[in-house]
């Protein structure tokens, strides 16, 4: 019996899954979770084979509880199921060594076979999202521009990122300039924007 956790923030999607699911008579839904930390709370406590984890969840995102469990060697295998068909969002994901990458319009009978691919050791991504992962533009930031674009998403004001970083407000405004004209951007908050689209942050 395969054991499945259902990681997902909307509740239709996520009964809905956990209800297909179960129609299955070798895969069994031993928990279903509504954020990031539950999700990592439930593969704590049950052990399943298979998390699906949804990309975008409160508390903790799909991709950083992939990251956190490759880090302490848990070995539950992790399926990321999303609307983005972002090429950013599929490296990282590749990079946390996810073992499958699905779109959330994909078949009900795709998802199952993927459940069942991953545990003889396949590694599963939608067919649209293998193409994207070949198109993958290259980040054109140097990596202070990258972690002063970071920190801007996380809501810290140009004088939080001076202290942050030990740099003068001259230079975090270089920086921040420098970003903005390379992403052909408006604003910082744009140049967040494109950045995070392109999963370069």
């Known amino acids: 019996m395969i054991r499945v956790v259902v990681a997902e923030d ?16 070798d895969i069994e839904v031993v928990a279903e979770v509504s954020d990031g930390q539950q999700a990592w709370e439930a593969i704590q406590q049950y ?5 699906l984890a949804d990309i975008e969840m409160p508390n903790m995102t799909g991709l950083e509880l992939a990251e ?4 302490e060697g848990n070995g539950c295998k992790i399926i990321i199921v999303t609307t983005y068909g972002r090429p ?18 994909e078949p009900i009978d795709y998802l199952i076979t993927s459940i069942r691919k991953v545990m003889n050791g396949e590694r599963v991504i939608s067919t649209d999202l293998a193409a994207a992962l070949l198109l993958k533009e290259e980040s054109p ?7 002063v674009l970071r920190l801007t998403k ?4 140009t004088s939080d990122i001076t202290r942050e970083l030990f740099l003068t407000k001259g230079t975090v405004r270089n920086y921040l300039s420098s970003a903005i004209q390379k992403l052909g ?12 689209e392109k999963g370069w942050i």
């Not at 509740?11 to 209800?19: E, F, V, Y």
């Not at 956190?68 to 880090?71: A, G, V, Y």
């Open 68 to 71: 956190n469990l490759r880090s």
């Open 88 to 105: 950013g969002y599929l490296q990282k994901a590749v990079d946390a060594k996810v073992e499958g990458y699905l779109l959330k319009d």
């Open 10 to 25: 909307q509740r239709m999607l996520r009964g809905a899954l956990t209800s297909l699911i179960k129609f299955e008579k």
């Open 47 to 51: 052990k399943p084979d298979v998390c």
């Open 154 to 157: 996380s809501g810290l004001t």
């Open 141 to 147: 930031l140097t990596e202070r521009e990258t972690e």
């Open 185 to 196: 951007a408006d604003s910082r908050q744009q140049a967040v924007n494109i950045a995070v």
